[in-house]
């Protein structure tokens, strides 16, 4: 996706929902922090509350605590002049990172270059997730999973927010194949049985 198509798709969003609205910019389709400072001015216009950035680029790795810091600053400046909320992630976790002594210093790095909620993506066990919550002392984000604890314990810690992913999009594919795979190998159609009754359409999605 391009960043032009990001910016359109967030317009159509903030326009159809009436609940704030996070968009996760990756690394803010910007190579240099002027480019990062106005991707997210073009955001935060199309009406997005919150925004994320992240420290990773599939080309080059992981940035350097030093970069990824002064992005994160670009990007919390911008953010900041529009009364919306900077989440800057570290990448480490999900490229096989395992660092944690890193994790909480570029999570300590970015809170104080300015963001308003420090997320690790990929952190499973509540020993390493309390840690961070302890040693960084900002807003913590956690990213569900089957490994996770639930969210009550994960309350109980310090966490102050979650996030799925995208797990429930997922989900729901794989409901469409599975019911796709019984109509193709078995011919039958019991796949209905599981799917939202026209009382749950209509207050999930009105008379639409």
Do not use: W
């Not at 960043?3 to 326009?15: F, K, P, T």
């Amino acid at each position: 996706m391009a960043r032009d198509e990001l910016v359109a798709h967030v317009a159509q969003l903030a326009a159809a929902v009436d609940v704030p609205l996070s968009v996760d910019a990756e690394r803010c389709f910007a190579e240099d922090t002027d480019g990062v400072a106005d991707t997210v001015e073009l955001l935060c216009e199309a009406g997005a509350a919150g925004i994320s950035i992240e420290d990773f680029a599939p080309a080059s790795g992981l940035d350097s605590l030093t970069t990824a810091a002064e992005r994160v600053a670009a990007a919390a400046d911008a953010v900041h002049r529009h009364g919306a909320v900077l989440t800057a992630r570290a990448e480490n976790h999900l490229y096989g990172v395992d660092d944690l002594d890193d994790t909480v210093a570029r999570l300590r790095a970015y809170r104080d270059a300015g963001a308003d909620v420090v997320y690790a993506p990929g952190l499973r066990s509540m020993d390493a997730i309390a840690r961070i919550v302890a040693e960084v002392d900002a807003p913590v984000n956690v990213l569900l999973g089957p490994k996770v604890p639930p969210i009550d314990e994960l309350g109980a810690a310090g966490v102050r927010r979650v996030s799925t992913g995208g797990a429930l999009a997922y989900s729901a594919y794989g409901a469409m194949v599975a019911a796709a795979q019984e109509l193709r190998d078995l011919g039958t159609s019991t796949y209905p049985s599981a799917a939202l009754s026209t009382r749950d359409r209509e207050r999930a999605f009105g008379d639409t």
